[in-house]
């Protein structure tokens, strides 16, 4: 009997081995994700010059203004197919262009009917080419696709999605960017940043980045 209980006892302490090695395991599995950390954004000087020209997007509201022809100048909306129309004009492309550009399509296509017309072309409503948009998806507060802002960076994108939930797993999140025509994840520490204030956390942002938060196993 004794011999027995010592081999229920051994049996016992090694099923309890291997179970300690199996959590270990999937918390370590748990623990990665990514295949390298980004370098933490560095703060925004009053030196630092302006980011790249405004690229007009699907959904974007325009405020066109032709000079000394009110009854044309007015608010137009691009259309999802990357088009808009006005007095004059009839679907005329907007996506993929700077608002100077498209002021001069514009001039081009009235000059048939105003001698030497004047156009300027103001971004009011700001929706961006989908592959300028940051996107954050998973357990985010308010997941959704957000212009992309000059010198943005991952504390400005979690702000405008509202943070993240109770349930979220913040420093096994990723942030998926494409390089090179390829994709590539790295690891982001939203948990350090956000509840710890850790500010080494905290990476520039890309045009088109994704942000992905999983949700917490416990």
């Known amino acids: 009997m004794q011999s027995l209980l010592k081999n229920m006892n051994n049996t016992a ?15 370590a599995g748990c623990g990665g994700g990514g295949s390298g950390e980004l370098p933490s954004a560095q703060f925004v000087t009053a ?25 044309l100048s007015r608010p137009v909306t691009v259309r999802p197919d990357g088009r808009f129309s006005m007095p004059l004009i009839d679907d005329l ?16 296509r009235l000059d048939q009917y105003l001698q030497s017309p004047i156009v300027t072309v103001l971004v009011s409503g700001f929706q961006g080419p989908f592959a300028q948009q940051v996107r954050v998806v998973g357990s985010a ?15 400005d994108v979690m702000i405008a999605v509202g943070g993240l939930t109770e349930f979220a797993a913040g420093n096994r999140s990723t ?9 590539r994840e790295y690891t982001v520490r939203l948990d350090d940043l956000l509840k710890d204030g850790d500010v080494s956390a905290n ?4 045009p088109g980045d994704v942000i992905i938060v999983p949700e917490s196993f416990f």
């Open 141 to 155: 507060t308010a997941p959704q696709a957000i212009p992309y802002q000059a010198n943005m960076t991952l504390l």
């Open 13 to 27: 302490a090694n099923v309890a081995k291997i179970c300690l090695s199996l959590c270990m395991f999937v918390v």
């Open 175 to 183: 942030l998926a960017r494409v390089e090179n025509n390829s994709q």
């Open 203 to 206: 990476v520039k942002i890309e």
């Open 47 to 71: 030196n630092e010059g302006p980011g790249p020209q405004y690229i007009v997007g699907p959904l974007d509201t325009l405020e066109i203004f032709v000079w000394r022809n009110p009854e």
């Open 93 to 108: 492309p907007a996506t993929g262009k700077t608002p100077t550009q498209l002021a001069r399509d514009i001039e081009a």
